[in-house]
């Protein structure tokens, strides 16, 4: 499984947009990339996902260095309601076991009114 | 559209007691997973089905063990519980990753108390 490194917290003021960056250096040349969150007291959610292009959804856009080595969630306005844990995910592209979703620590991001 | 359901919400438990956590799923997923998910940590995973009738262990299967009779139901047992099973439960449930290109679903948590 590819290895992640990101930021333990973050910290961002609500309307503001926020960078959320992922290192996954060791990720496989057919590895999707998720990301996930987690607000407080509930399960994870899917935020979106990209393979080699940046992606853009209602939620948030996801850009993918050329070399795949990082990523960068953004939020374009970061309100109250993102305050969660962002997990990215490495994800390769076939079933099994393979296939599943191993989370790390993630990256705490707080909002500021 | 309930999406995964977990079934109960919170429970507390004696040492040496045996439950069944009951996940259910309206989306006709092939795929479903347990996790468990202790303080300030991710999630980790129990057990996982790709499918009705079949199960396999993921990183953390010490102590438990699961059913899928039905294609819409995992059942994650602990058959003598004990402090440190002590966690938040997760249930997800996904289509095939035949392509990577697939999200899942999680349940909002079980709580479960080992005294």
């Known amino acids: 499984d590819a290895k992640t490194t990101q930021p333990n917290s973050m910290e961002s003021n609500e309307e503001e947009p926020v960078h959320l960056p992922c290192n996954h250096s060791?990720?496989?040349?057919?590895?999707?990339i998720h990301w996930y969150r987690q607000l407080p007291s509930q399960g994870p959610e899917y935020v979106i996902h990209g393979l080699t292009s940046n992606v853009n959804n209602r939620m948030a856009s996801l850009a993918i260095a050329e070399d795949r080595k990082s990523s960068t969630l953004i939020l374009h306005r970061a309100t109250l309601r993102d305050a969660a844990v962002y997990y990215c995910i490495p994800k390769p592209a076939y079933g099994g076991s393979q296939g599943n979703l191993i989370f790390g620590k993630g990256t705490k991001l707080s909002v500021k009114p | 559209n309930a999406g995964v359901t977990q079934t109960p919400k919170f429970r507390v438990l004696k040492t040496g007691q045996s439950m069944t956590l009951l996940c259910a799923q309206d989306m006709n997923h092939e795929y479903m997973y347990w996790y468990r998910q202790d303080p300030g940590m991710g999630l980790r995973l129990i057990h996982y089905?790709?499918?009705?009738?079949?199960?396999a262990k993921g990183e953390v299967p010490d102590g438990y063990n699961v059913s899928r009779l039905k294609k819409q139901n995992f059942l994650l047992g602990l058959e003598s519980a004990a402090p440190s099973q002590t966690s938040v439960y997760f249930c997800a449930s996904s289509l095939p990753y035949l392509t990577g290109n697939t999200e899942a679903f999680f349940g909002q948590g079980t709580r479960l108390t080992v005294v």
């Open positions: 089905s790709v499918g009705e009738g079949t199960t």
């Open positions: 060791t990720i496989s040349g057919t590895d999707y």
